[in-house]
């Protein structure tokens, strides 16, 4: 293999390697998203079981709790 075939195969290898990067970063760009979107509806999650779930567990307690008087 000559010098200019070494460097040709190198160039080659080196190209398919800063694509496999791009491919790499587009795909945490997505992923760095998808993270995004989960964080909100967790959030939205969590609002609902603080403000919705609990307060209404703590009217049906406090209904027993006069039941039981």
């Known amino acids: 293999m ?5 460097l040709q ?6 190209q398919n ?3 496999d ?6 795909d945490m760009q997505g992923m ?3 993270i995004r979107d ?3 509806r967790v959030s939205g999650i969590e609002m ?12 049906i307690a406090e209904g027993h709790a006069d039941l039981c008087r």
Not at 2 to 6: A, K, L, P, Q, W
Not at 21 to 26: A, D, I, L, R, S
Not at 48 to 59: D, F, K
């Open 17 to 19: 390697m800063k694509n």
């Open 32 to 34: 760095k998203t998808d």
């Open 2 to 6: 000559t010098e200019n075939e070494m």
């Open 48 to 59: 609902t079981l603080e403000n919705e779930t609990n307060r209404n567990i703590r009217i």
């Open 38 to 40: 989960l964080r909100g």
């Open 21 to 26: 990067m791009q491919e790499m970063k587009t």
């Open 9 to 14: 195969a190198i160039y080659s290898d080196m």
